[in-house]
């Protein structure tokens, strides 16, 4: 989180020279706004209450109320530790983020003054680390609460009493107390790693319901400061770049998924018990869902913080649909412009009031009704600053790309008004970052790309670039040097970061097709780019294209490989129609084995049975209710361990199934289930089937290694 001297006033001289070409000033008032005297001016945490007043928490522990009307401040609590978070309820209590719990601070009395301190939430842990920052809450729709946790840094120890259980995977508990000591240090940080989570959950994000249980919801962040829930009911968590975070990203957070630090891994249920340390990047990767949206380092954001909704633009002059996110170590605001493709959120960042009026340290962020946006600032002995901020929109319309749009070759933006008539002077370029152990990543294949065509529409609101190809898992940036309005207006943030996780469906990448990440010792099925290892259904009608083998529409047979495997792990992402089912087979007698489950869940007429929905070992074992699963259309990933008596089933990079065949559990599934009377079940190797059961079914990235 720590920004060098060097760049940090780089930053400033960039971001002076942007602020003097396009001026946020003709658009935007920032001002200053006065902070009660008796506090540390660093702001945790900042709310709009139901009411309209605004509530802040302030370093040294108070929660204060301010009056935009009167201008005036009024204590409501104090005492609280490192306060980083709060939310206005409608009874008049406030939710607080403190470094070990989440409070409700209620006023019983009317006075003014909260009376009553509340414990809403503490089941996680605390080993008195440092790094142990504490964020939230976001609330969705349906009322549960998030909160995100960070990891504990290996520059301190931590402490000799802690809360909560502690993982004995890793270096010893005794070691870790004595970090702080310098020969220590020196010899066991690195197998400590860089940020670890020793105590529950830290690395999580932690979903609270209205009745008070508490799970983690999600896993692999390492300092997610940002949280937030949009319009749209979906959460979204920043994190900062580090270890395993080539540069900061935005993530769009769903359950059970796993975003990339390795730290937390030890907290799922399901955990082997390995040492995450001890995982091959390669399957780290195969489990990481990428980020929305990159901050590149340095350049856009190195600290990025709360992610907001943007509001009714007759209000505050931006589009609605956006997020608005704040950023500590850089003078801007940032937006982003998320869009869905193939089932992925995916987006564009480009920089809003990126001038030195606004400064650096932008924290918390909240609007109130009558449109100011208002911006708490902190440091915590990083870069930063203090203070509180209002930003009010004049009322002339800003000119801005309101929308940009992935093609299968290139990029649509749309604009809020007409070009004008002198051309912009267009770039782009792409690159990506290296997901590894190390503490971020230089740009890796960071190359210019040719643009082969531009459009402008007949409006004039709309250039279309067409590309020689998008590769997907890369950040396009995209420069509209010079661009203005038909009024001479600027373009006000010329430099687009579209993050290209996945390529609209159909198209092709720089090989021609979408290829596997293969890892070590696995084999890609696919390889050969046609079916010659494969029987490819009783009348061949598998078609392979782009590395994706669909059954199609018509009946054909199924799929299976010429080779038989008996003992393997097979990795796979299937895709089943609407209503559709299909699944592998593998260890099978004349057909009859061990099958996989693809299924829709949701429409399926047997979806809802535990053992016929998807990823069940079909009839026999269910999958665990709280499968991720992405529903008909959608790509899911799956994974299948055979490993002599050992089964497993996995489900999005969740284990969702383990079974030992002849096991008490397994006899008594067996028999109640319609293979009870095949002798010697599952017994032997046979071809792996991909099955045709009368639905459109796709399949890509087959990947096998033999045990």
């Not at 005794?174 to 105590?199: F, P, Q």
């Not at 089932?343 to 480009?350: A, K």
């Amino acid at each position: 989180m720590r920004l060098g001297l060097t760049t940090f006033f780089l930053s400033l001289l960039t971001s002076s020279l942007i602020s003097r070409a396009d001026d946020w000033s003709k658009y935007y008032t920032i001002e200053p706004v006065k902070v009660p005297e008796t506090v540390d001016a660093q702001l945790g945490g900042l709310t709009t209450l139901p009411d309209g007043r605004l509530a802040a928490t302030f370093e040294t522990g108070e929660v204060s109320i301010y009056n935009p009307n009167t201008k005036t401040w009024k204590l409501f609590a104090q005492g609280l530790q490192c306060p980083l978070g709060l939310l206005g309820e409608e009874d008049g209590s406030i939710l607080v983020m403190q470094w070990t719990e989440l409070t409700r601070l209620t006023d019983t009395d009317g006075d003014g003054v909260a009376d009553l301190y509340r414990t809403v939430f503490n089941n996680f842990g605390v080993s008195g680390n440092y790094h142990e920052f504490a964020y939230g809450p976001a609330r969705d729709k349906e009322g549960n609460l998030y909160v995100s946790l960070n990891v504990a840094s290996n520059n301190g120890p931590i402490g000799k009493n802690i809360r909560g259980p502690f993982t004995p995977i890793g270096v010893s508990r005794e070691i870790l107390t004595r970090l702080g000591e310098e020969e220590i240090k020196a010899k066991y940080k690195n197998d400590a790693g860089r940020m670890y989570s020793r105590v529950a959950y830290r690395g999580c994000v932690i979903k609270i319901t209205p009745d008070g249980k508490s799970e983690p919801f999600a896993y692999g962040f390492r300092s997610p400061d940002g949280i937030g829930v949009d319009d749209q009911n979906r959460l979204w968590a920043t994190d900062n770049q580090g270890d395993w975070r080539g540069t900061s990203p935005l993530y769009h957070v769903e359950e059970g998924k796993f975003y990339g630090h390795p730290a937390s891994l030890v907290w799922k249920k399901d955990w082997d018990g390995r040492n995450p340390l001890d995982i091959s990047v390669e399957e780290l990767e195969s489990m990481r869902t990428p980020a929305a949206g990159l901050f590149p380092h340095g350049e856009l954001a190195n600290s990025p913080t709360e992610p907001i909704s943007t509001i009714d633009p007759s209000l505050f002059g931006l589009p609605k649909g956006e997020l608005l996110i704040g950023e500590m170590n850089q003078p801007t605001l940032i937006r982003f412009l998320p869009e869905e493709v193939d089932g992925t959120l995916q987006g564009t960042m480009i920089p809003f009031l990126f001038t030195t009026d606004l400064g650096i340290g932008n924290h918390r962020l909240t609007f109130t009704e009558d449109g100011s946006l208002w911006i708490g600032k902190t440091h915590l002995g990083w870069a930063g600053a203090e203070g509180l901020a209002r930003v009010k929109w004049k009322g002339d319309q800003t000119f801005l790309a309101d929308k940009v749009q992935l093609l299968e070759n290139g990029f649509e933006i749309h604009f809020n008004h007409p070009l004008g008539e002198e051309m912009p002077t267009l770039a782009v370029s792409r690159h990506t970052y290296l997901y590894h152990k190390d503490y971020g990543s230089p740009k890796i294949d960071l190359k210019d790309v040719s643009i082969d065509n531009v459009e402008i529409s007949g409006d004039r609101r709309t250039i279309r670039l067409t590309l020689p190809e998008i590769e997907p898992r890369h950040l396009y940036t995209i420069e509209l040097g010079g661009a203005a309005d038909s009024k001479g207006n600027p373009l006000m943030g010329k430099i687009l970061r579209y993050n290209v996780v996945k390529n609209i469906p159909g198209a092709k990448d720089s090989a021609g097709e979408v290829s596997a990440v293969v890892p070590e010792g696995f084999t890609d099925l696919l390889a050969k780019g046609d079916l010659s290892d494969w029987y490819a259904g009783n009348k061949n009608k598998w078609t392979l294209k782009n590395g994706v083998v669909s059954r199609g529409t018509e009946k054909t047979g199924s799929l299976l490989t010429k080779r038989k495997y008996k003992h393997f792990e097979l990795r796979f992402d299937w895709r089943i129609s609407e209503g559709g089912n299909s699944g592998v087979i593998y260890r099978a007698q004349k057909g009859r084995g061990i099958e996989y489950q693809v299924l829709d869940d949701e429409r399926h007429v047997r979806g809802k049975e535990p053992l016929s929905s998807s990823a069940a070992l079909y009839d026999i074992i269910p999958p665990a209710a709280d499968k991720p699963y992405n529903p008909a259309g959608e790509w899911n990933s799956g994974r299948i361990v055979s490993n002599g008596n050992h089964i497993e089933h996995w489900l999005n990079g969740m284990k969702v199934l383990e079974i030992e065949i002849g096991s008490n559990e397994w006899d008594e599934a067996f028999r109640k289930s319609k293979y009870s009377k095949i002798e010697n079940y599952a017994g032997e190797a046979s071809s792996i089937q991909f099955q045709d059961h009368g639905a459109d079914v796709s399949y890509r990235n087959i990947l096998i290694r033999e045990f």
